[in-house]
Nanobody
Framework: QLQASGGGLVQAGGSLRLSCRASGSIRSINVLTWYRQAPGKTRDSVATMHSDGSTSYADSVKGRFTISGDNANTVYLQMQNLKPEDTAVYYC??????????????WGQGTLVTVSS
């Protein structure tokens, strides 16, 4: 299971770090994506990290957001220079291998990020 945390209220220009933690140990992460969904809008991908360490970002967050992992069971989304349009519920979605070799694919619960102007 996945647990997302780190959301909150921040002023424009501020920073937050979101965490997505897998409960228990995992063998490896195949891919993990942070999504966000603003009220009345679709859930869109924001940042993705692959097992080889490669990353990709939505154009709207390039240069401001960074996805990284701790080589254990947690992936972070460092968000800097936040803008009011970044306000959304953020979700993590992961595909990883358990120590048993079985594959887990699932969503974490959302964490709300609110950026005030």
């Amino acid at each position: 299971q996945l647990q997302a945390s780190g959301g909150g209220l921040v002023q424009a220009g501020g920073s937050l770090r979101l965490s997505c933690r897998a409960s228990g140990s995992i063998r490896s992460i195949n891919v993990l994506t942070w999504y966000r969904q603003a009220p009345g809008k679709t859930r869109d991908s924001v940042a993705t990290m692959h097992s080889d360490g490669s990353t990709s970002y939505a154009d709207s967050v390039k240069g401001r957001f960074t996805i990284s992992g701790d080589n254990a069971n947690t992936v972070y989304l460092q968000m800097q220079n936040l803008k009011p349009e970044d306000t959304a519920v953020y979700y993590c979605h992961a595909d990883f291998l358990m120590p048993s070799g079985s594959r887990y694919i699932g969503w974490g619960q959302g964490t709300l990020v609110t950026v005030s102007s």
